[in-house]
């Protein structure tokens, strides 16, 4: 994916979490570990089950929408605690909060960069 499309990728990805109020919005960039699977992770809490499954439809309609890139893969529609969205150089994570505290996603990656997205 060329560089200008991946930027386009990411501000669709903050543009589908922020339109449905995601909360604690963290984009992680991992380029520079050697063992990441991605270029980047995107991970955001929601208050129930209804809004991590509102803003993950959110993502993949403003990517659509917007780049026209299309999921590679998706998890986690069954019971919405927790969706991952694989756009393969990003992958969203989307958490019903108290499961991103269980998880603790950002401590296993404490390497990336990362930003928070308002």
């Known amino acids: 994916m060329q560089e200008n499309n991946y930027q386009e990728l990411l501000e669709a990805i903050y ?3 922020l339109s449905k109020k995601g909360n604690n919005i963290l984009s992680m960039d991992l380029t520079g570990i050697e ?3 991605c270029k980047n992770f995107v991970i955001c809490s929601a208050d129930s089950t ?3 499954n509102a803003l993950a439809r959110s993502v993949v309609e403003e990517v659509q929408e917007r780049t026209g890139e299309r999921i590679w ?6 019971n919405s605690t927790w969706i991952i969205l694989d756009y ?3 992958v969203v994570h989307i958490f019903q909060t108290e ?9 296993l990656w404490a390497d990336a ?3 928070t997205i308002e």
């Open 50 to 52: 209804t809004q991590v």
């Open 35 to 37: 063992a990441a699977v």
């Open 113 to 115: 960069k990362t930003k």
């Open 99 to 107: 499961t991103r505290e269980f998880y603790q996603l950002e401590s």
């Open 15 to 17: 543009e589908g979490l």
């Open 73 to 78: 893969r998706k998890e986690g529609f069954e």
């Open 88 to 90: 393969a150089d990003v």
